[in-house]
């Protein structure tokens, strides 16, 4: 299904702001969510915080699996 978005969000054209994210990330502290986070990535939990902020980089670029993600959140 095609969206009518207002930008070039989670494609390649987005991959000059990975870096400065990275930045970002690396300079703030995370701590271990209570509840896993679904990456919409992946579309897997995860609960490790450098595991999250390395998915929140991803995510910029990445396409997002919405029905993937619903589906595992479903299944919990």
Same mark, same amino acid.
């Given at each position: /299904?095609?969206?009518? !978005?207002?930008?070039?969000? *989670?494609? #390649?054209?987005?991959?000059?702001?990975?870096?400065?994210? +990275?930045? %970002?990330?690396?300079?703030?502290?995370?701590?271990?969510?209570?509840?896993? /986070?679904?990456?919409? !990535?992946?579309?897997?939990? *995860?609960? #490790?915080?450098?595991?999250?902020?390395?998915?929140?980089? +991803?995510? %910029?670029?990445?396409?997002?699996?919405?029905?993937?993600?619903?589906?595992?959140?479903?299944?919990?």
């Amino acid at each position: /299904v095609r969206l009518a !978005v207002a930008g070039a969000f *989670h494609t #390649d054209y987005m991959s000059p702001a990975v870096d400065k994210l +990275k930045e %970002v990330l690396a300079s703030t502290e995370l701590s271990k969510p209570r509840i896993p /986070v679904v990456s919409n !990535v992946d579309a897997e939990p *995860h609960s #490790d915080p450098d595991t999250i902020k390395e998915i929140l980089a +991803k995510q %910029v670029t990445a396409p997002v699996q919405w029905e993937t993600t619903m589906n595992t959140l479903r299944e919990k």
